[in-house]
């Protein structure tokens, strides 16, 4: 199984650098984070050594940036007819989907990794809490593999991509905004704490910031863990079901 | 169709299943984490668990919540979420020992009524009139129970602490009895009902700190007796005191009993400008015991040096250090004592300096240093300090000596002061034998602290308010009160508050360190161009007066000789010059900030796009050309 699994991972990483969309992603990303940080974050007015400007809007960033990276996993797969032929090797296709998962992981741990700069500048500028800005990298990491997860298996679900983007960044989008004030709000008038509380406890926005102030609570990682699990076996399921139509 | 039933059914147990799994890790799994900040502010000090685990009844503690706050209302929801959190770790620490309630206050609600009949304060909602709660109640068994109307975000650094506090109030009523001797108004000055009489004034911060721990008594500055069931005497700047007081405090100490004494060889707390007349040295009890705080002398370190703005007429307001006001952090505290262990910083001004001293039968006493200078601490006259006093000379006529003490405990047994027995006093004045009652020597477990300052107490030097939304918060930025608390917890057997407090981190903030030093560092320059100015006006006013003086008698007249006007338009040049420069320091600095953001955001932003594209741009002009060649050869 793991010999298989990272055949894939090597198929698709090679895949990513065959191509400029691994560099044109990379740099989006970094150009864009950088343009959070400094300009919508006003890291410089706030004058703290901390990378909460640039942490704070990594679930926006994700939410259009991750479903481009994911769009293609499947649906491209689907509409050049390359799934018929990679089923047809000896391959499950949990596998295929781990694979391919781990693979546009450890791409998004590239991106985050190359961010390093920014560490480097606030330790510069001040006495950051080191610790607090390693759990916000872990904290990134876990919310990529969340919309990775969710956007591989809406992917599996067509063969156009822009339908698997639209898809994703939805879904990705109902995931955020179940913590953010403005839904939480509509329920907080009328609904016991319980409930608003659960409500809250289902949104990355909840997770990701608890663990951005520098506590890994074994509950978040439940959370990360056991969404990326579900959206796979959805995902394999899905293949399951559809095969190569 | 079956099969795309079943596994539709499969996607639905899934994600059942996902939902039940994260529902039980919510509510079961509230203290299983790795807390990485720097000084683990989200981990639980023994101390605190000892006080929870130790907890006698079971204490009940309501939480009211207004939905809207949780859900982010006025930004507050991370600090909800920290407050729900580390209540949710006491109950888990504390078992079955506290109960936490919940109670959710949604306007027009009973939870609403609830929190008014609990005593809590609410704040209005930011752009509405909705009432916002968040605020605690802790209830023992009976009557005892303890609120916080508003649980305020400046004062989360300091949550583990009032939290624990609040709970041993509650949990242990009886508060410890402090009794304070002391000539400056700590607990603050009633208004006077004289016509010209003392304004009112309120208690000092710290004052307010220890009240809420301790029960504390003031005593007549000219107490002869020291009521015995007090737990610990605080005395604070013992100025004239008479034998008698001083004989009742060494009493107090020789029974056995805890004192801490505050001496201060210039307090500037008192507000008198002339330093000999702001002493506090109590010899007779000092010389009689065995050491000295050494008179007329106050300790100094260039190292540990406070940063002050001084404002002075000839050079304005400058930034300045001042040897004699001194930062001192962990490497001046002694790691040994629990009292200073886990102190960081704290500030001492104009500290006096104690060391041993032997004198006839009075043998050198062993003092146990809690704070020191750095290995090059010196001492000033105290006169160098008096109004015309400037950091400038005192840095230059600094001379270092070595470490100096300016805290400690004194170690026993200690003579008495008074080998012949109580001083005549009003309380004795007819007493024929005035050895009656009167120990002579201390027990060898002497509990005895000397600090040589007093001025540390004052708010100015530990605490700054802050008004946050609409409540005046009190946010410390430097230890000088856990200090005091540290000590009298430790002398008092109370062991368990030191680590809580120590969680208390000064100064949450963590600002640009290199901004502010370019800042101070451009505004060392502007003083510098400031004071040429000053001093060309002084010289072109000695000038012009020459001139004027130079003058024959007959033709001093308001009209002024060409020399004059020359003088007065070279003046003029100079001081468009010097404007011009004082301008040119200013841009600079905004010139060199605004430089350094861009090359920061370059290296933020830019840096690693660049490289990744040009990368990027190389490896694919490589492979274009690896695949011309490859397919040129197969053409071949």
């Known amino acids: 199984m793991l010999r298989n699994i990272r055949m894939i991972f090597r198929r698709e990483m090679g895949g990513y650098f065959a191509t400029p969309i691994a560099y044109v992603f990379l740099v989006i990303f970094l150009f864009l984070s950088g343009i959070f940080t400094f300009y919508v974050g006003n890291f410089f007015e706030r004058e703290q050594a901390d990378l909460y400007a640039f942490f704070s809007h990594h679930p926006w960033l994700y939410l259009f940036l991750i479903p481009a990276l994911t769009m293609r996993l499947w649906a491209e797969e689907r509409k050049t007819g390359s799934i018929e032929l990679l089923f047809t090797l000896p391959l499950r296709p949990v596998e295929a989907v781990l694979g391919k998962f781990l693979a546009a992981w450890c791409f998004t741990a590239l991106a985050l990794a190359l961010t390093f700069p920014l560490w480097l500048m606030v330790a ?6 080191h610790g607090v800005i390693l759990a916000s990298y872990i904290g990134s990491l876990f919310l990529a593999g969340g919309f990775l997860a969710i956007g591989s298996c809406l992917s599996a679900l067509t063969r156009n991509q822009v339908i698997a983007f639209v898809l994703a960044a939805t879904v990705g989008l109902g995931f955020i905004l179940s913590g953010h004030a403005m839904v939480l709000d509509f329920f907080s008038g009328w609904a016991p704490t319980l409930v608003v509380d659960t409500i809250a406890s289902f949104s990355f926005l909840t997770h990701f910031e608890a663990i951005t102030k520098g506590v890994i609570d074994l509950a978040d990682v439940i959370y990360f863990g056991s969404l990326m699990a579900f959206w796979l076996f959805a995902n394999v399921v899905v293949l399951d079901s559809r095969g190569g139509d | ?46 101390g605190t668990r000892r006080i929870l685990t130790g907890l006698p009844d079971p204490i009940h503690l309501r939480l009211y919540l207004s939905p809207a706050l949780a859900a982010g209302t006025a930004g507050m929801a991370p600090h909800v979420a920290r407050v729900r959190d580390m209540l949710r770790e006491y109950a888990r620490v504390a078992d079955d020992r506290l109960v936490l309630e919940i109670i959710s206050t949604p306007p027009y609600s009973k939870g609403e009524d609830l929190a008014m009949g609990d005593g809590l304060r609410a704040i209005a909602a930011p752009g509405s009139r909705t009432s916002l709660f968040f605020g ?56 006077s009902v004289l016509p010209g009489g003392r304004k009112e ?15 504390i008594k003031s005593l007549e500055t000219t107490a002869e007796q020291i009521p015995p069931d007090l737990d610990l005497l605080l005395v604070v700047h013992p100025q004239e005191f008479k034998d008698s007081t001083l004989h009742a405090i060494e009493q107090f100490a020789f029974a056995g009993k805890p004192v801490v004494i505050l001496a201060d060889p210039f307090c500037q707390a008192q507000g008198n400008a002339t330093p000999y007349l702001a002493v506090s040295n109590p010899e007779k009890l000092f010389h009689g015991w065995g050491f000295e705080m050494v008179a007329e002398r106050v300790a100094g370190d260039l190292k540990a040096a406070k940063r002050i703005r001084f404002n002075s007429v000839h050079t304005g307001s400058q930034l300045v250090n001042h040897p004699a006001w001194m930062d001192l952090g962990q490497e001046h505290f002694s790691h040994e004592d629990p009292a200073t262990r886990q102190l960081d910083l704290v500030t001492l001004i104009s500290a006096g300096i104690l060391q041993p001293r032997a004198a006839g ?22 006169g160098a300090l008096g109004p ?39 309380m004795n004045l007819f007493k024929a034998d005035r050895k009656e009652g009167h120990i002579p020597q201390s027990p060898a477990d002497l509990k005895l602290v000397v600090v040589a300052d007093c001025d540390f107490l004052q708010d100015q030097f530990w605490v700054r308010t802050v008004t946050v939304l609409d409540l005046p918060v009190a946010v410390p930025y430097a230890g000088n009160a856990r200090l005091l608390l540290n ?48 001093q060309r006006l002084v010289e072109t006013q000695q000038r012009f007066l020459k001139l004027q003086q130079e003058r024959p008698e007959a033709d001093k007249s308001d009209t002024l000789t060409p020399e004059q006007k020359a003088e007065i338009e070279t003046f003029r040049m100079d001081i468009l010059m010097i404007r011009e420069q004082l301008r040119e320091v200013q841009r600079q600095l905004n010139q060199d900030v605004a430089n350094l953001q861009a090359w920061l955001k370059f290296l933020g932003m830019g840096l690693m796009p660049l490289l990744l594209g040009v990368g990027g741009l190389l490896l694919g002009g490589y492979r274009v050309r690896r695949n011309r060649g490859t397919a040129a050869r197969l053409a071949e």
């Open chain 1, 124 to 129: 510069s500028l001040g006495q950051p809490d």
């Open chain 2, 136 to 191: 605690l109640v802790a209830q023992g068994p009976g009557e005892r129970r303890e609120v916080m109307p508003f649980l305020v975000p400046a004062w989360e650094p300091s949550l583990e602490y009032d939290l624990t506090v609040m709970i041993q109030r509650v949990a242990h009523p009886d508060k410890k009895r402090v009794g304070l001797l002391s000539t400056l108004p700590l607990t603050g000055v009633k208004a």
């Open chain 2, 1 to 46: 169709m079956t099969g795309s039933m079943g596994k539709g059914l499969l996607l639905l147990v899934a994600a059942g299943l996902f939902l039940v799994v994260n529902i039980a890790a919510n509510s079961v799994l509230t203290g299983a984490r790795l807390d990485l900040t720097e000084n683990g502010l989200y981990t639980l000090s023994d």
């Open chain 2, 487 to 534: 000590l009298l917890d430790h002398l008092t057997g109370n062991d368990d508050l030191i680590g809580p407090r120590s969680q208390v981190r000064s100064g949450a903030a963590r600002p640009f360190v290199t901004f502010q030093l370019m800042r101070e560092q451009s505004e060392l320059r502007f003083q510098e161009k400031r004071q040429q100015l000053n």
């Open chain 2, 201 to 215: 004034e309120p208690p000092w911060a710290i004052a307010t700190a220890l009240e809420k721990q301790y029960e």
């Open chain 2, 388 to 426: 015309s006093s400037t950091p400038d000379r005192l840095i230059r006529d600094f001379k270092p000596e070595g470490t100096l003490v300016l805290a400690a405990r004194i170690a026993g047994p200690l003579p008495s002061a008074f080998p012949d027995g109580a001083p005549v006093g009003a």
């Open chain 2, 361 to 382: 039968q009075v043998p050198a006493a062993r003092l146990i240093p809690l704070i020191t200078t750095g290995p090059q601490g010196g001492r000033y006259d105290i």
